[in-house]
């Protein structure tokens, strides 16, 4: 059985695949803000149209 070679990231995924630092920090906002969008979405209970009523897009926004 042969070993893996592992090597330990930055804690930075986006770093970690080659993003510059300023694309790595939008990213990493973007990502922070869709996780918060989709906790309370789950939290309240919301229907994907619901959702979409409520933050004035259409359901195929909520859905992708």
């Known amino acids: 059985m042969t070993r893996a070679t592992v090597t330990k990231g930055s804690r930075n995924v986006f ?33 994907q149209v619901e959702a979409a009523t409520q933050l004035g897009i259409d359901q195929a926004k909520v859905s992708k």
């Open 15 to 47: 770093r970690d695949l080659g993003f510059s630092e300023e694309k790595s920090a939008e990213l990493t906002l973007k990502s922070s803000l869709l996780q918060a969008l989709q906790a309370t979405i789950k939290e309240r209970e919301w229907k």
